[in-house]
């Protein structure tokens, strides 16, 4: 029961927001008493899984070639991000590192923010882990300066939480100001793939396009709620995040550090180790392991 509950999280918060709001402007004071309830109950499913436990990862091909670092991963911690919200309890968060020479540091020291395309991410092309059917996109919004020092952090923070989280929920938008640019595929069999933070202008598919997996999609960027350049991908149940339930995910890769033997493997890269995929991987559609 509570697992059905937990999809209306956001709406259950922001009616509690409305009613509080609309009770102190109109005098009703016993009418506020449910502000604080239905505020309280949408903060505690946030931290309720909606999904089903222990589903099988659904095997796709990775949507990036090249080498690449797992900064957030489910590999890691479940959920990946800290929280069940936005369908994305297995997200992963992707970042470029070109060579073992490119060490990549979580935060800039000596820099406030630097341009997006001083990283090696940006630009970086996006493909299709499966074929589907593009269910939502939109690539207008703008790609900021990183965020990625200690002062921008905090900014980053206040404004992800208190601007793009809020306007995505009087918007009823399905959270596309934290994802910014993105991209939501429907891969059959109740399953979505959302690509966040994607580079403005790059999105080479629009909603009701027919894609086969390896198929450009769009390229990686750096808006929405974005520390720096990366790819942001999860898959869910549902093609409407705020209500979206998170399913896990596997696909090929080799390790490609130091202590790793580059064995190839089908999993979900993590440890903040990086991996490589070779272009041309062959796709899995949808296949469960």
Known sequence: MFKKVARFRVPILLLGIILGLTANVLELGWFSLACPVLVVLGLILFFIPSGEKDRAPV???????????????????????????????????????????AEWKPLVRGSLAARPETFPSFGRPIS??????????????????????????????????????????????????????????????GVYAVFAHLRRGSLRVAKGDRVRAGDLLGEVGNSGNSSEPHLHFHL??????????????????????????????????????????????????????
């Open 59 to 101: 095997i796709v091909r990775s949507p990036l070639d090249g080498r690449w670092l797992p900064v957030n991963s489910p590999a890691d911690k479940v959920p990946s991000h800290g929280t069940h919200e936005l369908g994305q309890t297995y997200a992963i968060d992707l970042v470029h590192v070109p060579d073992r020479a």
């Open 128 to 189: 299709a882990p499966a074929d589907g059917v593009v269910v939502a996109a939109g690539g207008r919004q703008r790609d900021h300066w990183s965020r990625n020092s200690w002062p921008a952090l905090v900014y980053l923070m206040i404004e992800g939480m208190i601007f793009r989280y809020v306007l995505s929920l009087l918007t009823l938008s399905s959270g596309r100001f934290i994802l910014g640019n993105h991209v939501i595929l429907d891969l059959g069999d």
């Open 236 to 289: 869910m149940d549902g093609p409407r995040p705020l209500i979206a339930a998170g399913v896990p995910f596997a696909f090929p890769y080799r390790d490609d550090d130091a202590e790793a033997d580059g064995e190839a493997r089908t999993g979900v890269p993590g440890g903040r180790r990086p991996f490589v995929v070779d272009a041309g991987v062959p796709a899995t559609n949808g296949t469960r392991s």
